[in-house]
C-alpha cells in the first residue's frame, strides 16, 4: 500500500478585533480551492473523548447565508452519520429536523 498525505489551509483574515474579514481554503493534492465565508470544523480528540471546534464566518455572512449554510450542514450530518453508523432511522429524524429548520428559517415547505 502506498501511503500518502494531503493538506488542506484555511487562510483567515482578521481585522485589528481579530474578527475575520475574509477567508480562502485551499487543498495540495488539487481538489479545489477558493475564497469561502464560513467554516465548521470539528476534530474528534480521542484522548479526551471531546470533540473540538472551529466555528469562523466573516463580517459579510448575511443572516440568510448562515441559515442555509446550517441547512445544508444538517442535511450533511445526516447523511455522515448514517454512512458511519448505518443508522438509517437516526438520520431520518435529523433530516426531518433539518426539513423542519428549512420550513422555519427559510420559509421553504419540507426543506426543499
Not at 72 to 80: E, F, R
Request: glycine share 6%; proline share 1%.
Amino acid at each position: 500500500m502506498n501511503a500518502r498525505t494531503s493538506e488542506i489551509r484555511i487562510t483567515v483574515h482578521l481585522d485589528a478585533n481579530k474578527v475575520p474579514e475574509s477567508m480562502q481554503w485551499h487543498a495540495d493534492d488539487g481538489e479545489g480551492s477558493g475564497d469561502c465565508k464560513a467554516a465548521l470544523l470539528s476534530l474528534w480528540d480521542e484522548k479526551e473523548r471531546n470533540t473540538m471546534r472551529i466555528d469562523l464566518w466573516t463580517k459579510e455572512m448575511t443572516i440568510e447565508e448562515m441559515n442555509v449554510f446550517f441547512h445544508q450542514n444538517l442535511l450533511t450530518m445526516a447523511d455522515t452519520f448514517e454512512r458511519a453508523t448505518n443508522e438509517g432511522r437516526m438520520a431520518a429524524q435529523m433530516r426531518d429536523f433539518a426539513a423542519y429548520f428549512a420550513e422555519h428559517m427559510l420559509g421553504v415547505k419540507g426543506g426543499e
